[in-house]
């Protein structure tokens, strides 16, 4: 295996923990030649960002003016292969063989591409030519290292911030657009002021975190902080894909029947987009109310229990979220119990679309979405019971939490 195979499928275990295997294509093919499409394409809904990646065999033995030709040459490769692939999935069908979904068939123009992605392994900064392309077709070009790619997707860990940073980028003078290998620099700049516009390059960045490190200090340890509650969300994600082996015991016939098909799964990858595209604030808000009633539950000593409360985001103003806690409750009562909830809290709060997740005694998740709500007197009724007597807060959402007053 060559160095830049085996950089591949670590950066695709490594970039699908936040944004979910489901959402990270390795190595796609187009059809009918059956050659490969580019790198990697990061994909949520039909949004996708592509990936050309290019590695050294031996990092250590280039620096200076062999780093800077190689990684001229490995970027125009790149460039090259991703306007190649631009077209193709305009023009062909492809396919990708999926660790977890198996093979995977896409429709010629089903992705509409937001951005394309340079990488290019470097542990110094380059500088490339003037010539580099910024843009083609109307799809943004962006170049980074290998490394700074990882650190931005542990950083910005969903995929709308990840295209939000990059559309960020596009402010920035067009030689620093053009620089592998610095951007933590320009990160810190964009976490204290949260845009580019007003960045003149890679120095005034450079200067203007320098002068601000105890702010740059503090904003880094609060969304640290704030970042683990997003982690229990990622979670609920990932685990959405596999189906825990005994499904089925214990449940009634019609609950049963509200399972998808063992051999044609789709339902999840439905409940995982509605995880997926929430903001990493909105992740973050989201799993810190889910761990607030799961701790709750923790400190009773009553045998059998739930809690729950809703959220909704203001990106989905038709949506509405549920969040439930159980303990010693039996699975098929969980399960009615969750559904009557959710279908409350729609008709309660006039909402379209929903989605309920519950933790059951701590060992797994029960997810649960609706799309295409209808009220009835029954789910009125339902809204009234529950929900009445609950107060909904507003909380700010931003990506580096403010400070509590």
């Known amino acids: 295996m060559q160095r830049t195979d085996w950089a591949e499928e670590y950066l695709d275990k490594f970039v699908a923990i936040p944004l979910a295997h489901e959402c990270v294509y390795l190595r796609p093919y187009y059809l009918p030649a059956n050659k490969e499409l580019c790198d990697f394409i990061l994909l949520l809904r039909d949004r996708g960002i592509m990936i050309s990646l290019k590695c050294q065999e031996d990092p250590s033995q280039k620096t200076g003016a ?19 692939a631009t077209r193709s999935v305009k023009e062909r069908h492809f396919y990708c ?3 977890r979904r198996g093979k995977v068939d896409f429709q010629q123009n089903f992705i509409k591409l937001a951005h394309l992605l340079v990488l290019v392994e470097t542990f110094e900064p380059v500088n490339l030519d003037k010539d580099f392309p910024l843009s ?3 799809i943004p070009v962006s170049y980074l290292s290998t490394n700074d790619f990882l650190n931005l997707t542990n950083e910005l860990r969903a995929f709308p911030d990840m295209e939000r940073y990059l559309n960020a980028r596009k402010a920035l003078p067009f030689e620093t657009r053009k620089t592998i290998g610095a951007e933590q620099h320009l990160y810190q700049y964009f976490l204290i002021r949260g845009s580019f516009d007003a960045c003149k390059g890679l120095d005034h960045a450079k200067k203007h975190i320098n002068s601000r490190a105890r702010e740059l200090h503090d904003l880094q340890t609060r969304k640290t902080q704030a970042d683990s509650s997003a982690l229990l969300i990622e979670d609920v994600a990932d685990q959405l894909a596999v189906r825990h082996s005994g499904y089925r015991e214990g449940l009634s016939e019609e609950m049963k029947a509200r399972f998808d098909d063992p051999d044609n799964r789709k339902n999840y990858l439905l409940m995982q987009n509605e995880l997926c595209d929430l903001p990493l604030p909105d992740r973050r808000l989201l799993g810190s109310r889910f761990k607030d009633i799961i701790e709750r539950l923790k400190g009773t000593d009553q045998i059998e229990c739930m809690a729950y409360q809703t959220s909704w985001i203001d990106a989905k103003p038709d949506f509405v979220y549920v969040l439930v806690s159980s303990k010693g409750v039996v699975r098929q009562e969980l399960l009615k119990r969750c559904s009557d909830l959710l ?18 005694d701590g060992e797994s998740y ?16 339902a809204g009234r019971h529950f929900f009445t007597e609950r107060k909904m807060r507003d909380y700010p959402s931003t990506f580096v939490p403010e400070v509590s007053k």
């Open 136 to 138: 083609h077709s109307g």
């Open 343 to 360: 279908l409350g809290a729609l008709s309660f709060y006039l909402k379209n679309r929903g989605m309920v997740i519950a933790d059951r």
């Open 366 to 381: 029960e997810v649960q979405i609706v799309t295409k709500f209808q009220q009835s007197p029954e789910t009125i009724e």
């Open 66 to 84: 062999k780093l800077k030709a190689w990684a001229t040459k490995a970027a125009n490769k790149a460039v090259d292969q991703l306007k190649g």
């Open 97 to 99: 063989n999926h660790a």
